[in-house]
């Protein structure tokens, strides 16, 4: 069977399952799935780093000292004023806290930023609408009747049945696959991650979201 399309997925986690009263329970194992292979994609260590189609793209207003991220956002690359050479400086909240303390009268082009949660913090705050060119990594597509592909389902299937697959065995209660599933669906992810180290020519910078104490 071709996996070329959301509905040909359920129904070859079917097959793979041997069950046919699955219907509503496969596109949660496939929505867990897409959760799980986002996160282990993302990340940048030494064993790989994210693949391309991760990178994504936004430029948008700010017009504030918090603005919120893009809806699909995991975390960022870097981030340009408008007109910019130099990207902004990334840092913590608890250094932006530092210099609002010291230098509490700043405002004007922001310089730095940190991420908090869903949203983005910039210091200086902006006095101006500024436009912003945010390169930044972005959760996976998810399918749907509607959106029926994506880039990992084209390039990847496998990593998409195998990570269904792993995800059926608490819901059928102790599936004795899952030792099989799970060696298949790591060793899927490694690939993909050894060959966004390849195209990605270096380190890539990963910046994960900062949620606030």
């Known amino acids: 069977m071709a996996l070329q399309s959301y509905s040909d997925l359920q129904a070859a986690i079917a097959d793979w399952l041997m069950r046919t009263d699955l219907a509503a329970a496969i596109p949660n194992f496939i929505?867990?799935?897409e959760a799980d292979i986002s996160r282990r994609l993302a990340a940048d260590d030494s064993s790989g780093?994210?693949?391309?189609?991760?990178?994504?793209?936004?430029?948008s207003p700010i017009e504030q000292e918090f603005e919120i991220t893009p809806p699909?956002?995991?975390g960022a690359r870097s981030a340009f004023l408008d007109g910019a050479t130099e990207p902004l400086e990334f840092s913590t909240v608890e250094e932006i806290a530092k210099r609002k303390a010291i230098y509490p009268a700043t405002s004007g082009n922001p310089t730095a930023y940190a991420v908090i949660g869903s949203m983005f913090q910039f210091w200086p705050a902006p006095t101006a609408t500024l436009q912003i060119n945010l390169f930044y990594l972005q959760r996976i597509q998810p399918l749907t009747d509607g959106i029926t592909s994506n880039w990992l389902l084209k390039l990847h299937p496998d990593c998409y049945l195998y990570g269904s697959l792993i995800h059926s065995a608490p819901y059928l209660k102790d599936d004795d696959r899952l030792a099989v599933w799970q060696a298949k669906f790591d060793r899927t992810i490694a690939s993909i991650r050894l060959a966004g180290q390849r195209t990605q020519g270096g380190s890539?910078?990963?910046?994960?979201?900062?949620?606030i104490a």
């Not at 780093?49 to 430029?59: K, L, S, W």
């Not at 890539?204 to 949620?211: K, Q």
């Open 72 to 74: 699909d956002f995991m």
């Open 204 to 211: 890539y910078l990963s910046i994960m979201p900062r949620a």
């Open 49 to 59: 780093a994210p693949p391309r189609e991760m990178m994504g793209y936004a430029q």
């Open 31 to 33: 929505a867990l799935a």
